[in-house]
């Protein structure tokens, strides 16, 4: 059982780390781990991965408060759709088969890494000129950023919050469903849907990731879905990573770190989906 | 959308100054909440490691509430472990709890009433889990 917790703390420093860097919450990397190298019942890892996510949050969240990258009103408001999501998924959970909880798995991690290469794609990160709507207005959505590497004060508009409520309603199911974090779903909300800049997005999403993980995870403490033995290693690994993680992002460009994660994410990806089908590669 | 472009207006200045204020205490309470989560569950991986006990008989573990507080009373480690992670899955609920509070210093009545939802939404998350077991 030591050399099962010493293992666990590692995975959770590693997770902890790439998932404050990709804005992940840590639960994509946790719960293949524990899965496909650990082989445990993936309900088990569900039940971990989630308290990974809250750590990862709760970690990450203290380094972001001081960089002033994330919009608390944005958060919050938003947290009124994930929270609904998130309670709905973890009952689902608990009544889907394990097989469809892979094959749902592995379909969010392939989804995943083909978003991180379309962006990739899509070149440079841009500062459009959004047209703010009038809900944006009234919500007070609206913010600003200072950007390290850019060294600039960045005021930015948010628009599209009908559509991004929406998405946030299936980033919270999807969280509760398979205990992650969301974070790619969140993302795209903010960013893609509601036109946020890349960094307030990704931190503001870090930031719900706890809450929204919180709503599920007491559903899965109290059913007996989160096991002791896994869950706290991984939790205390986590913390630190996310610590660690969070510094490193503030020195680091978007772009390179994706091209690094894009094809591990897509193998995962496919080793998830397949094992559901009972196929192993 | 005007007065937004001016922020060295004393108005603005004073609400700028407000939400870091308001980011700060946040900052401040989640720090404590992992602190001390962190802690319990150090607390709890130790005891495990170096006693090679668990507290309860093997593939055993404490869900309910009454069976995680007989278990810390008596110093079971898997208790002292799902209490530092109960804690930590309060954290976050500590930190919506700490926003109404800020928000209601703000004075911004619409964000009291966001907030205070999303806190409700929570308390029946929990509501939910107590009776799906």
Redesign the interface.
């Known amino acids: 059982m030591i050399n099962t917790i010493l293992l666990l703390i590692i995975v959770g420093l590693g997770a902890g780390i790439f998932g404050a860097i990709f804005g992940i919450g840590g639960g994509m990397i946790v719960t293949p781990v524990l899965t496909l190298l650990m082989g445990l019942d993936i309900k088990y890892a569900i039940g971990a991965s989630i308290i990974s996510v809250i750590a990862t949050s709760s970690g990450a969240t203290v380094a972001y408060l001081k960089d002033d990258m994330l919009n608390l009103r944005v958060a919050m408001f938003l947290e009124i759709a994930t929270t609904i999501g998130a309670i709905a998924g973890a009952v689902l959970t608990g009544v889907l088969p394990s097989a469809v909880l892979y094959v749902l798995f592995g379909v969010l991690l392939l989804f995943s890494a083909w978003n991180m290469y379309r962006k990739m794609r899509a070149g440079k990160e841009k500062t459009e000129a959004i047209q703010a709507d009038s809900l944006s207005t009234k919500l007070k959505l609206n913010g600003s950023y200072y950007d390290n590497a850019i060294d600039k004060k960045i005021d930015y508009q948010v628009s599209n919050v009908p559509g991004g409520f929406t998405m946030m309603l299936g980033a919270g199911l999807a969280s509760g469903l398979l205990g992650i974090g969301s974070g790619a779903f969140k993302v795209i909300a903010m960013d893609t849907i509601m036109k946020m800049p890349l960094k307030p997005s990704s931190a503001t999403s870090n930031l719900m990731m706890g809450v929204t993980a919180a709503a599920s995870a007491t559903v899965y403490f109290f059913n007996g879905s989160i096991r002791p033995e896994i869950a706290a290693p991984l939790a205390i690994g986590i913390l630190v990573g996310a610590l660690i993680g969070s510094r490193i992002m503030k020195h680091l460009r978007a772009r390179v770190l994706r091209m690094i994660f894009i094809p591990i994410l897509f193998y995962i990806g496919l080793q998830m989906f397949l094992k559901g089908f009972g196929v192993t590669i | 959308?005007a007065q937004?472009k001016q922020p060295e207006t004393a108005e603005e200045l004073k609400k700028m100054e407000e939400?870091?204020e308001?980011?700060?205490i946040?900052?401040k309470v989640?720090?404590i909440?992992?602190l001390i989560s962190?802690a319990v569950?150090?607390v709890?991986?130790l005891l495990?490691?170096f006693t090679?006990k668990?507290g309860y008989a093997a593939n055993f573990?404490p869900?309910?509430v009454k069976a995680i507080l007989s278990g810390i009373v008596a110093l079971k480690p898997?208790a002292i472990?799902?209490l530092?992670?109960?804690l930590?899955?309060?954290?976050?609920?500590l930190?919506?709890v700490v926003?109404i509070y800020a928000f209601v210093k703000e004075r911004?009545h619409?964000?009291v009433w966001?907030?205070t939802?999303?806190l409700v939404?929570?308390l029946?998350?929990?509501w939910?889990?107590?009776i799906?077991?």
Not at chain 2, 88 to 93: D, S
Request: no cysteine; hydrophobic share 55%.
């Open positions: 959308m937004n939400m870091n308001i980011e700060l946040i900052g989640l720090r909440g992992v962190a569950i150090l709890g991986v495990v490691v090679g668990t573990y869900t309910t898997f472990l799902m530092g992670l109960f930590l899955i309060l954290t976050p609920v930190r919506v926003s911004d619409l964000y966001i907030t939802f999303v939404i929570l029946i998350g929990m939910i889990g107590y799906g077991k």
